[in-house]
T-cell receptor
Framework: GNSVTQMEGPVTLSEEAFLTINCTYT??????LFWYVQYPGEGLQLLLK?????DKGSNKGFEATYRKETTSFHLEKGSVQVSDSAVYFC???????????FGKGTKLTVNP | DSGVTQTPKHLITATGQRVTLRCSPR?????VYWYQQSLDQGLQFLIQ???????AKGNILERFSAQQFPDLHSELNLSSLELGDSALYFC?????????????FGSGTRLTVV
């Protein structure tokens, strides 16, 4: 079945550092791609999404671009804050598919 | 508040017992999805219901079952519990039967089997 591979964490950064979390997918065709964020003790929240090639999803300073040629959807933020500390999940779904397939998650800690 | 309500938030029970987890989807959402989150397996899709009917099945054990009621709330029943069933169980909902637009997740039920 389809799978999503994320860079392994944990990732520890200082405040205002640049963040990249790599994500690649295996679904063929044109899946929809997502980044979810999970803060401690909470459920997953949709951070951003892209539904077709070359689309850029963005939210709260985070961005990710759907790269069909490299089957990637890397998450980036130019200047992280302590409040960005959380676990980030990349996910995919095929058009018409009934489920999201998640990566294993990457834990980010941002120190002041 | 995401609009998806899960109860209870925490559950501690003994091996061999049976528990029921409850989920109320966001208003207007017809689809409910159940996921299990554990440290070693990550987020595993269990099952999906759409407007009362089972729509898709994932890695759900035979000891587990679910249903969606006419008012669209859903219950996940876990029986003959084992230590390895200890995990966070998430419910999510979406407006239609497709997940292209993403889900809205509840805050989860933490199950501890002792």
């Amino acid at each position: 079945g389809n799978s999503v591979t994320q860079m392994e964490g944990p990732v520890t950064l200082s405040e205002e550092a640049f963040l990249t979390i790599n994500c690649t997918y295996t679904a063929t065709g044109y899946p929809s791609l997502f980044w979810y964020v999970q803060y401690p003790g909470e459920g997953l929240q949709l951070l951003l999404k892209a539904t077709k090639a070359d689309d850029k999803g963005s939210n709260k300073g985070f961005e990710a671009t759907y790269r069909k040629e490299t089957t990637s959807f890397h998450l980036e933020k130019g200047s992280v804050q302590v409040s960005d500390s959380a676990v980030y999940f990349c996910a995919e779904t095929q058009g018409g598919s009934e489920k999201l397939v998640f990566g294993k998650g990457t834990k980010l800690t941002v120190n002041p | 508040d995401s609009g998806v309500t899960q109860t209870p938030k925490h559950l501690i029970t003994a091996t061999g017992q049976r528990v029921t987890l409850r989920c109320s989807p966001r208003s207007g959402d017809l689809s409910v999805y159940w996921y299990q989150q554990s440290l070693d397996q990550g987020l595993q899709f269990l099952i999906q219901y759409y407007n009362g009917e089972e729509r898709a099945k994932g890695n759900i054990l035979e000891r587990f079952s679910a249903q969606q009621f006419p008012d669209l709330h859903s219950e996940l029943n876990l029986s003959s519990l084992e230590l390895g069933d200890s995990a966070l169980y998430f419910c999510a909902s979406s407006p239609l039967g497709q997940s292209n637009y993403g889900y809205t997740f509840g805050s989860g039920t933490r199950l501890t089997v002792v």
